[in-house]
């Protein structure tokens, strides 16, 4: 089981790009699928910089697009949990 973290990956991700550091944001998605004993080589991550949904206060949230190199659907779970907003 992974350890509790009170911000989503969502959440963390959002606050690297705002804060300039996403160079480190592939590295923390790979890291998370890890805890969820996926093998992060066998996905390409994407990320959309996109507004913030009304009554945020951040001014952008970034969307994680997970895509399976071998053409296999994402478990639909995995996507969610990845973009999980609280």
């Not at 790979?30 to 992060?40: F, I, S, T």
């Not at 066998?42 to 071998?70: N, T």
Request: glycine residues 4%; aromatic residues 10%; hydrophobic residues 35%.
């Amino acid at each position: 089981m992974g350890r509790l973290n009170p911000y989503t990956l969502q959440m963390q991700i959002t606050r690297m790009f705002t804060q300039g550091q996403s160079f480190f944001a592939t590295t923390k998605v790979q890291e998370w699928l890890r805890e969820r004993n996926q093998n992060p080589a066998d996905y390409d991550i994407i990320f959309h910089e996109k507004p913030a949904p009304p009554g945020s206060q951040a001014a952008i949230a970034v969307e994680i697009e997970l895509k399976r190199k071998d053409g296999q659907p994402v478990d639909p779970w995995l996507q969610e949990q990845a973009n999980l907003h609280t």
